[in-house]
């Protein structure tokens, strides 16, 4: 049920709505979204900190622009509660990041608010551009364009691109930079110390826009007025700030940096930006977390806390007194660690996940051996290749549908010259409340087609752990181990290592009736259906093949020779995957076997807990009996 708004925004269904207040009443506004975000998240889990910094701003874009036939773009997308509340989803945002509710991230297919969908970061401007381009071209020219980018996102190649693509064009673009020095971690890198320079350096922002609101702005002056600012800025610049303003330098009209939690000087902001044409940049400065004290002290732990106290703010803890296995995220953490310590060559790289990763352990034990390089998939890959190429072995630890944006990188800087980089992709198959942006559902389709590689999936936590320490050994080459989300089943998981032979899987229960060759966790789901199907005199077998690639073929063999009846098992697409190379297996070898195979099906899959959505694909445990029993009961 939505909780109770306060009194203003209780009259608040739609940006037209929002318009009726005075300027006045914004700042009362603002305290009332914050505080029913509050409400709904401290019960159901989301992304708190970035959407609680960024309400000012949300509800001055609005109250200036005219959504949405003016273009808003959200870069990210998890900064964007406020505005899913003021256009018309507030009566539905207690159902956020739920199944068969609204998604955790702006969605063209929900609301025509959403310009454009966002989930990855860094695209925010290059589609701004384009709809900027686009309205230009059907001449609808007085149509405004506001990209927002921040959270570390403007660290991202793209949006620097996107910077160099749009300041040699004339497009009607506004990019909001929403600067509150942090990603999901401490922002870090080059461009962090840059913006901090900028926001210390006000002394020069307070003379240049001295001097243009002197000369009439785009007025007084006509044409020449923006060229004689930029040339009386550049004289006083090197004894002011030190550096150029990289802005400008992408031939962007700078402005800021200002507060933006001023909503009512936003406002007028806003309005004055309105009628400058061009690509421009307003610099804003934002408290990630804004308003829940917890949060704006903790923003790492706050990104997206589950449930916590609303009055207090302070996490919620189980209550369940029984030891628990451990998150796949800390085996690796914990894992990388031991194994670095007996070999002098292991490093660790994320993209600006490493809390999220558990690199973050190693970060504080050995920081000169892990890097967070930033979000830059494509970066990171490279930077591992160059490094392996030296002698190194780099861990990269990407999430799985980040890893997508460095697929090119993947082939042409690793693969293709056999370097050991061990790729651990973080977050593999379903990964939940997430969604469609953040499912890793295509990470062994795209690189089942890689040659050279080896391709690994752990049943639980000990695997994971001995496929970490085979991927280091030497002549491994180019190695990818993906997991999932979550924990896994071993409370005692601390073993001595083992190499895993590539290539090399194993039975893990015996049957005759049926087969189930799994990989990765969801054989684990394998094995509780397995238990069921005996019970119900359906004797079933289950494979643990370990390697995607090289594929275990002599199991296979075994396999076709001694059962009729066989189940493929993966939390990956059900194209290109595990299936897919048992059927390409089953037909070079002429085997007469059925197959039936379970994965993610040829569409997106939306957002719910992952039990929800194992339950939605079929490969939960009641969806595995199911599956062997009707292929049980088909005639060959």
């Not at 739920?98 to 297919?109: A, C, T, V």
């Not at 700030?241 to 936003?266: C, I, M, Q, W």
Request: contains cysteine.
């Amino acid at each position: 049920m939505a909780p109770e708004a306060g009194p203003l925004l209780e009259k608040i269904e739609f940006p037209a709505d929002l318009k009726k207040l005075t300027e006045d009443d914004l700042p009362q506004l603002c305290s009332e979204i914050r505080e029913y975000i509050i409400e709904v998240i401290s019960a159901n889990p989301g992304h708190l900190g970035a959407s609680l910094g960024a309400v000012e701003m949300a509800v001055a874009i609005h109250y200036v622009f005219d959504t949405p036939t003016d273009k808003l773009i959200w870069d990210v997308g998890h900064q964007a509660y406020a505005h899913k509340i003021l256009t018309g989803r507030k009566s539905r945002f207690h159902t956020n990041r739920k199944y068969k509710g609204i998604s955790g991230f702006p969605k063209m297919s929900e609301s025509e608010y959403d310009a454009f969908g966002t989930g990855h970061s860094s695209t925010s401007i290059s589609a701004a551009l384009g709809l900027a381009v686009a309205s230009s071209l059907k001449e609808n020219n007085g149509r405004q364009h506001i990209a927002v980018i921040g959270d570390g996102s403007m660290t991202g190649g793209m949006a620097m691109e996107a910077l160099n693509n749009a300041g040699v064009s004339n497009a009607n673009l506004l990019v909001i930079l929403n600067d509150n020095k942090i990603a999901i971690d401490r922002n870090v890198g080059a461009l962090k110390d840059y913006l901090t320079v900028i926001t210390a350096s006000r002394r020069y922002n307070q003379f240049r826009n001295f001097i243009w609101k002197m000369m009439g702005g785009d007025t007084r002056y006509g044409a020449n007025s923006r060229a004689i600012v930029k040339q009386i800025g550049n004289a006083v610049k090197s004894t002011i700030t030190k550096k150029s303003n990289l802005f400008e330098a992408f031939n962007f009209r700078y402005f800021g940096p200002t507060d933006g939690h001023d909503v009512v000087h936003l406002v007028k902001l806003f309005r004055d930006l309105k009628r400058i044409q061009g690509p421009k940049l307003l610099h804003i400065i934002t408290k990630k977390g804004k308003g829940l004290i917890n949060a704006e002290k903790e923003p790492t732990t706050y990104h997206s806390p589950g449930v916590f106290d609303k009055t207090t703010g302070e996490l919620k803890k189980s209550d369940c007194k029984e030891k628990l296995p451990p998150k796949y995220q800390h085996v690796f953490g914990k894992t990388i660690i031991e194994l670095a310590e007996k070999n002098k060559n292991i490093v660790g790289i994320t993209p600006a996940m490493s809390t999220g990763s558990s690199l973050n352990m190693m970060m504080s034990v050995m920081p000169e051996r892990a890097f967070d390089v930033g979000i830059a998939e494509q970066h990171a890959v490279t930077f591992a290749a160059g490094l392996a190429s030296q002698g190194m072995i780099p861990f990269c630890n990407i999430y799985s549908s980040f890893m997508q944006r460095a697929y090119d990188q993947m082939i042409h800087d690793v693969a293709l010259q056999n370097l050991p980089v061990v790729f651990c992709l973080d977050r593999g198959g379903l990964v939940g409340e997430d969604g469609a942006t953040h499912h890793g559902a295509y990470d062994f389709a795209y690189f089942r087609t890689i040659p050279g590689i080896t391709i690994a999936s752990p049943l639980n936590e000990q695997e994971l752990r001995n496929m970490m320490y085979t991927a280091q050994l030497p002549g491994m080459g180019t190695f990818s181990i993906r997991y999932p989300r979550g924990r896994g089943v071993m409370p005692n998981w601390k073993l001595p290592f083992e190499k895993l032979e590539p290539g090399k899987g194993r039975k893990i229960k015996d049957g005759n009736k049926v087969a189930i060759i799994s990989i990765g966790h969801p054989g684990n789901n394998a094995l509780k259906a397995a238990g069921i199907l005996d019970i119900k005199n359906l004797s079933t077998a289950v494979f643990n093949m370990r390697y995607l690639k090289p594929i275990d073929e002599g199991l296979l063999h075994e396999v076709f020779q001694h059962f009729k009846f066989i189940i493929t098992l993966e939390d990956a697409s059900i194209i290109g995957g595990l299936g897919s190379a048992i059927l390409e297996f089953k037909n070079d070898n002429e085997y007469d076997s059925r197959v039936v195979r379970l994965g993610i099906p040829d569409k997106f899959i939306e957002h719910g807990t992952p039990e929800e959505l194992y339950k939605e694909c079929g490969f939960d445990v009641e969806g595995i009996v199911a599956a062997v029993r009707n292929l049980a009961l088909k005639k060959t």
